[in-house]
């Protein structure tokens, strides 16, 4: 399905508000011009311990893992437990090209910009996995795999990330954006938890960045799914941030739900469709939101 396209001018605007909702001058070092992460990634993989990422399903709390993940770990990928998913040297390799040729090309001022950063990482993550995930796709790749366990670099192009793959892929930059010293203020968690929308409650992936110097500044950032506002009569996305309280913060890592509020809540613009709870227990608040268009009206990020 071809997707509706953000005007550029229209993306800038909602960049310039959320960058002044998230303080960039905490986040990027000022002195950083180009970076070689993939050295930094290489330097690190020895001292990187092989583990199992475990599910959310069943859980009272979120499993969340934070650093550098290595090749030689899995993620489980399905509520089954059967399906597995790696990040392999290659695949991320791959992903490290990408990011740096587009953080390379960008400004000085776009790099110390932490709202754009994210925003690189999401589009990075997405042209990687080729676009949108499609459910059936990604069960048919697993099924067929080799012990139904897929590697980022076998997946790349095929339209099978979804929450699991694209969050992997996203903390994994962030780490090691955090561990060059790009990024001071955050360091980032790859989450399993869940989310709820209409009462409907599945297990999810996403990412939580932990503020180091101002406590209630936290942010949420679900990768997959990206917010759609109304922009001159147009449906339009940004990505998915949600600035967390320490309240919030709190009462999420305790298994609690949390109903954040988005960054375009934060910054005065009204966010379409359901309203998304995150957390893992099964008491459903009744938070809803006018639907004002369905979830097949898919749109793309410029």
Known sequence: MEGIKVNKKEKEDVK??????VKESEIINDDNVKINLKEIYEQNLPFIQK???????FRSKPVMVKGIISPESTFCVSSSGYEKFCLDQNGVNEVIEMFEEQWNNKDDESK??????L????Q???????????????QDAYM??????????????????????????????LSILE??????????????????????????????????IDSPKHILFDIENPVEYKKNERIVSTIALYPLTQEEYESFIDGKNICPKNI???????????????????????KKVDNNYTKSQQKTIE
Not at 16 to 21: P, T
Not at 184 to 211: Q, R
Request: aromatic content about 12%; some cysteine.
């Open 124 to 138: 990075v993550t997405d042209k990687y996995f080729g676009g949108w995930g499609i459910p059936e796709l990604r």
């Open 144 to 173: 067929e795999s080799n012990n139904r366990e897929l590697n980022l670099s076998q997946i790349k192009g095929k339209h099978i990330g979804q929450c699991v793959e694209r969050a992997a892929v996203g903390h994994q930059i």
């Open 119 to 122: 925003y690189d990482i999401y």
């Open 51 to 57: 583990e199992f990422i475990d599910g959310s399903n």
């Open 112 to 117: 110390k910009r932490f709202y754009d950063t």
């Open 179 to 212: 561990k060059s010293g790009v990024i001071k203020g955050y360091e980032s968690y790859y989450v399993n938890s869940h989310m709820t929308v209409k009462k409907e409650m599945n297990p999810h992936a996403f990412i939580l960045l932990k503020d180091k």
């Open 16 to 21: 310039k508000n959320a960058n002044e909702r």
């Open 264 to 286: 375009l809540e934060e910054i005065g613009i009204q966010a379409l469709g359901d309203k998304r709870i995150y957390g893992d227990s099964w008491e459903i608040p009744d």
